[in-house]
């Protein structure tokens, strides 16, 4: 429903209008705005002409007066989001999330926003990912939410278990580097779904802003920064006829094992493209199939960094509910070859 109507309009009303305004809204009747009306004042207390103290009770009024609007303005904007709130897009036609928090595969972003929300309603996804190899553990979680199918707000938390590998390097069994990644997706052109007139894909620009809480071990391995961000465009295009999906990205970045060994580092410090694609086949409605691929930068003189691929199966039994189990191929991290790790995603959202 357009923000414009009287529902969705509410929403409107609710960041810049009275609860007068709002109610209004709903009713469908017009609104008169009046900035000055919504700002609550620090006044203190009132004074009278001749600078006497208001009675306490005017204080009291006064202030509930203030706590009955805020009140009301909640009850306005609780009642607008069912008509924002939405999940018409078809099955599987958001992707998962990947392993940074933003909507696609597990290793790459597509060029979709998070959620089943169409252009006039908000979409939100809260993931869980488990990645375990012979050597390592990785769990990450998070939640994506999309606004209007146009933009994209998201927040995962990394956590990287060295197991034994840290006892072998001085650093503990057990110890852990741990991620913060917020990102923003902006779709830019066309429509993966609807557009299956024209070849044209949809585009989408993104950033993802990490911060690794392990600055001085980085540090000591030879990375040059514990934090970064990365820039990435993704094109996706879905085939409904033939039922594929294929996505190509294109990343600008430093960092070091997706940022969770630092950024940049003592053989290479300045940002370097990498490409990243997948390709889906929808078996039916509700099941995908496909493989990834994701290139990654060689920036540590303490181990080489491979590239990344992995096969996977996401199933989404409801509409609410998807899972995803893949299998990946890691190569080399830190003094460990060849790590091959199992991955389980469960997701949740509208």
């Known amino acids: 429903m357009p923000l414009g109507n009287t529902n969705g309009g509410v929403f409107l009303h609710y960041a810049a209008g009275s609860a007068v305004d709002a109610a209004a809204a709903m009713q469908g009747r017009p609104t008169h705005l009046h900035p000055d009306r919504h700002t609550l004042r620090s006044e203190g207390v009132r004074r009278t002409p001749s600078g006497r103290r208001r009675p306490l009770h005017h204080l009291g009024r006064h202030i509930a007066m203030h706590v009955i609007k805020k009140l009301t303005l909640l009850l306005a904007w609780g009642a607008a989001l069912p008509a924002l709130a939405g999940s018409d897009k078809l099955l599987l036609t958001g992707g998962v999330t990947q392993l940074e928090g933003a909507a696609g595969g597990g290793l790459t972003p597509w060029a979709v926003i998070a959620g089943y929300g169409t252009r006039d309603q908000i979409g939100a996804n809260a993931f869980y990912t488990g990645v375990w190899s012979q050597d390592y553990g990785l769990a990450t979680g998070g939640i994506a939410v999309g606004l209007w199918d146009r933009l994209e707000l998201s927040y995962a938390r990394q956590r990287f278990n060295t197991r034994e590998v840290g006892g072998a390097l001085g650093l503990g069994n057990g110890f852990a580097f741990n991620q913060d990644v917020f990102g923003v997706k902006l779709r830019v052109l066309g429509n993966a779904v609807l557009d299956q ?33 990365d820039f990435y465009v993704s094109a996706t295009k879905l085939f409904l006829a033939q039922s594929v999906l294929a996505n190509a990205t294109l990343r600008q970045t430093k960092a070091n094992q997706l940022g969770i060994l630092g950024f940049g580092g003592d053989k290479r410090d300045g940002y370097s493209t990498q490409f990243e694609t997948s390709l889906a086949y929808l078996v039916r409605k509700d099941l995908a199939v496909g493989v990834e691929y994701r290139s990654k930068p060689d920036n540590l003189k303490i181990a080489r960094e491979d590239d990344w691929y992995d096969f996977f199966v996401a199933y ?35």
């Open 197 to 229: 007139d024209s070849w044209l894909p949809q585009i989408a620009i993104g950033v993802q802003h990490k911060r690794n809480d392990q600055g001085a071990v980085l540090r000591a391995i030879g990375a040059k920064d514990d934090h970064g961000t």
């Open 316 to 350: 989404q039994p409801i509409k609410n509910v998807s899972v995803t189990l893949a299998y990946a191929h890691l190569g080399n991290i830190v003094i460990k070859d060849n790590q091959r790790a199992p991955y389980l995603s469960l997701q949740v959202g509208f």
